[in-house]
């Protein structure tokens, strides 16, 4: 059993991160400021601390708990939300995580986890499937903040500091995500729900690569003891198109409202997919849901949700 502090576990991935983690048996602890996160979704098996990862506060609390390992999934994770207030994205992303490396360092923490973004660090690539050779070229703040937050990682672990893992998370779906993060299938879930049309940009033949949640909590498992100072692509290899994913929704809902359609937007990216042979190699990881019974179990949370009673969180504030 280890001690293990996950920053961002009141958000949709850190919290099945949680989840999996005192299955385990690990002891936890969360922090995170509510930005996007919710209390809700804290397990109460964690000892929770509502601190900023930026605080003072914070680091005087790894010097006291002294985790062995800290798993770092907080941050400002919109591209539109960097390209309109970078600072903010580069107070959050780049300093918090030199606030959270400079104490681990002190705390002597054995190993940091850190969630990036395999679909911002790289930029456009003409080289398809993408693999972790492929050079940073990223094209918004918030992708620059995650390249900055490895290199700063892999600063510190050369320098003193703990070992780490990256991870390059795909799009990640599934329970938890709020509509605010405007990803595309929570967003195209909740319209339809809502008995309201999609919108589909561009000609809705833009691809990327999805992986479900489970997944990407299982590779934050594997890399307790696996992978030092390496960094992986997490995603599930297939690209899958925005009118695929309307279709598999209109099918798996039974929600027959027609799309609407708009035009390109600024970013978007037409053909998105990963190797994730590295991570099978030596994580020995590899996802394990497929895309359409990922879809189904998303759709069948929120249906639970709303036949509940209960509103789909649109932003930290609901
Ligand atoms: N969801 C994806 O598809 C995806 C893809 C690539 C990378 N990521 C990364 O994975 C991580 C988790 O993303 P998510 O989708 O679960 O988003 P999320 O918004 O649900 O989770 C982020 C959490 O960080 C917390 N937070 C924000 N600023 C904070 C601060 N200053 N101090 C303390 N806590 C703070 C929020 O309250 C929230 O709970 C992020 O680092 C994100 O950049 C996500």
Known sequence: MSKILVTGGAGFIGSHIVDRYLALGHDVIVVDNLATGARENVNPGARF??????????????????????????????????????????????????????????????????????????????????????????????????????????????????????????????????????????????RLLAGQPPVIHWDGEQAKDYLYVDDAVEANVLALDHGDNQAYNIGSGRPISVNAIYRLLVEITGIRIPAEHGPKRAGDVRLFYFDCSKAARELGWQPQVPFEEAVARTVAWYRARCDSGAAIRVSAKD
């Open 49 to 190: 601390f509502p601190l900023d990862v930026c605080a003072p506060d914070f680091a005087r609390l790894i010097l006291q708990e002294r985790p062995e390992v800290i798993n770092h999934h907080a941050a400002q994770t919109m591209v539109r939300v960097s390209t309109e207030q970078p600072a903010y994205d580069a107070q959050v992303n780049v300093l918090g995580i030199l606030n959270l490396l400079q104490a681990a360092a002190r705390a002597g923490v054995r190993k940091m986890i850190f969630a990036s973004s395999g679909g911002t660090v790289y930029g456009t690539c003409r080289c398809l499937p993408i693999s972790e050779t492929e050079p940073f070229a990223p094209e918004s703040p918030y992708g620059i903040s995650k390249a900055a937050g490895e290199h700063y990682l892999r600063y510190y672990a050369a320098n003193g500091g703990p070992c780490y893992t990256v991870l390059r998370y795909a799009n990640i779906i599934g329970p938890r995500d709020t509509v605010s993060s405007e990803h595309v299938i929570t967003v195209f879930i909740h």
